[in-house]
């Protein structure tokens, strides 16, 4: 495991201790779902649902550095019980993992777990129109793919699953790479970039800013060393050229992942009310 995928997997944890305590027996959990097979790798995603259910859902992109892995329900709920125990359903989703897969794959796969978990939101209690996704670091890169490069399906596929659109109703992303193209090539600290540049563009979410986009909402540190604040600024002005709703909460002195308690409290307040406004049932 190189150095700063150890960093990455570090902050994700450092960042989610502190959000709030919520105890597994507490929870309805269906684990490893498998919602494709590619490359003889089945990608799953776990469904965990709070006690008193809202019926909207927070779908968890479950990658760093685009590795991706399952962490164990028990630590899920815990570290995202502050979202539990507002009624949100949580749905851990996996992609086929770097070094091996690259992040195009990983863009792919996620898209698919969306229409696959919108296929089969009635069964886990979701409403399909009331579904947010949300990352770090390149999770949240994946979030915003997903929110800004979303379809309505493929009609004319024999698959109910492709048919199924992957909208979303908004996204959160926590310090996000959003242009690969100056990213893109091989890399010791990030396997997955090393793919090919022509497909740079398809997988850099500024550039799939759109008037039709859901709302966006943004949080990054001034002293983020691995992904500047300049990535989330970006992000915004491309958005605001085409007035698409976002909020950027700029967190001073906070590095990559959020690490004091302060910013994390804050953060958790922050989310909890973009979902409330808009997740809300009709």
């Given at each position: 495991?190189?150095?700063?995928?150890?960093?990455?997997?570090?902050?994700?944890?450092?960042?989610?201790?502190?959000?709030?305590s919520?105890?597994?027996?507490?929870?309805?959990?269906?684990e490893?779902?498998?919602?494709?097979?590619?490359d003889?790798?089945?990608?799953?995603?776990?469904?965990?649902?709070?006690?008193?259910?809202?019926?909207?859902?927070?779908?968890?992109?479950?990658?760093?550095?685009?590795?991706?892995?399952?962490?164990?329900?028990?630590?899920?709920?815990?570290?995202?019980?502050?979202?539990?125990?507002?009624?949100?359903?949580?749905?851990?989703?996996?992609?086929?993992?770097?070094?091996?897969?690259?992040v195009?794959?990983?863009?792919?796969?996620?898209?698919?777990?969306?229409?696959?978990v919108?296929?089969h939101?009635?069964?886990?209690g979701?409403?399909?129109?009331?579904?947010?996704?949300?990352?770090?670091?390149?999770?949240?890169?994946?979030?915003?793919?997903?929110?800004?490069?979303?379809d309505?399906?493929?009609?004319?596929?024999?698959?109910?699953?492709?048919?199924?659109?992957?909208?979303?109703?908004?996204?959160?992303?926590?310090?996000?790479?959003?242009?690969?193209?100056?990213?893109?090539?091989?890399?010791?600290?990030?396997?997955?970039?090393?793919?090919?540049?022509?497909?740079?563009?398809?997988?850099?979410?500024?550039?799939?800013?759109?008037?039709?986009?859901?709302?966006?909402?943004?949080?990054?540190?001034?002293?983020?060393?691995?992904?500047?604040?300049?990535?989330?600024?970006?992000?915004?002005?491309?958005?605001?050229?085409?007035?698409?709703?976002?909020?950027?909460?700029?967190f001073?002195?906070?590095?990559?992942?959020?690490?004091?308690?302060?910013?994390?409290?804050?953060?958790?307040?922050?989310?909890?009310?973009?979902?409330?406004?808009?997740?809300?049932?009709?």
């Amino acid at each position: 495991m190189s150095h700063w995928y150890q960093r990455i997997a570090l902050s994700f944890v450092s960042l989610l201790v502190l959000f709030a305590s919520y105890t597994l027996a507490d929870a309805h959990v269906h684990e490893d779902i498998t919602y494709v097979t590619r490359d003889d790798v089945a990608v799953s995603y776990d469904v965990i649902q709070a006690v008193e259910p809202n019926g909207a859902a927070v779908l968890l992109m479950s990658s760093g550095g685009w590795f991706s892995r399952k962490y164990p329900i028990e630590g899920v709920t815990e570290r995202f019980g502050f979202l539990l125990d507002a009624g949100y359903t949580l749905v851990s989703i996996r992609h086929r993992s770097a070094p091996e897969f690259k992040v195009p794959d990983a863009v792919a796969d996620v898209k698919h777990a969306i229409r696959h978990v919108r296929h089969h939101a009635a069964d886990y209690g979701i409403d399909a129109e009331r579904m947010t996704v949300m990352g770090f670091s390149s999770g949240g890169h994946l979030s915003l793919m997903l929110a800004l490069d979303a379809d309505a399906g493929d009609t004319a596929s024999a698959d109910p699953i492709a048919q199924t659109s992957n909208h979303v109703a908004a996204a959160v992303s926590y310090f996000p790479p959003v242009d690969l193209v100056t990213r893109v090539g091989p890399s010791d600290s990030f396997p997955a970039l090393d793919f090919d540049p022509a497909l740079a563009e398809s997988v850099s979410p500024v550039l799939f800013a759109d008037a039709n986009d859901p709302p966006i909402f943004l949080l990054h540190g001034t002293e983020d060393q691995l992904v500047p604040l300049a990535d989330s600024e970006r992000m915004v002005e491309a958005l605001n050229e085409v007035g698409a709703p976002n909020q950027l909460s700029v967190f001073e002195g906070a590095g990559h992942g959020f690490q004091q308690p302060e910013h994390q409290a804050r953060a958790r307040a922050e989310i909890l009310a973009f979902l409330g406004e808009h997740l809300a049932a009709n």
